[in-house]
């Protein structure tokens, strides 16, 4: 195989396995300074300015949890009483609520 088909058959890959939207996604590191909610969403609010912040988000360091993400919004609260350091990733999408980027995963 040449190295020039090798080189597509791994971007084609690659390709596969990320999705093109992940470039666009932003992603924040602090601590969860508030959380809010409104029939909507619940907010969250991170003492970190977003890397990547999508064009479609007015705030750069908030993201919108959709109130049936009921898993990640325990893990939040729980994460935000105890002080702890979080990395929370967006989908680089701003459809649950206009202006802020979805929330998309969260770890520490």
Known sequence: MSV????AAF?????MVLPSAAIADGK???RITRLSYDPAAVYILTDAAK????TCSVSTNQFAV????TTAIAFLLTARANGTVVV???TGA???VAGIENFNWVGY
């Open 51 to 54: 890397t990547d912040n999508p």
């Open 88 to 90: 929370i990733g967006g």
């Open 11 to 15: 971007v084609a890959a690659l390709t």
């Open 4 to 7: 020039m088909r090798a080189s």
């Open 66 to 69: 959709p109130l049936t993400n």
């Open 28 to 30: 924040a590191t602090g």
């Open 94 to 96: 701003c459809t649950t």
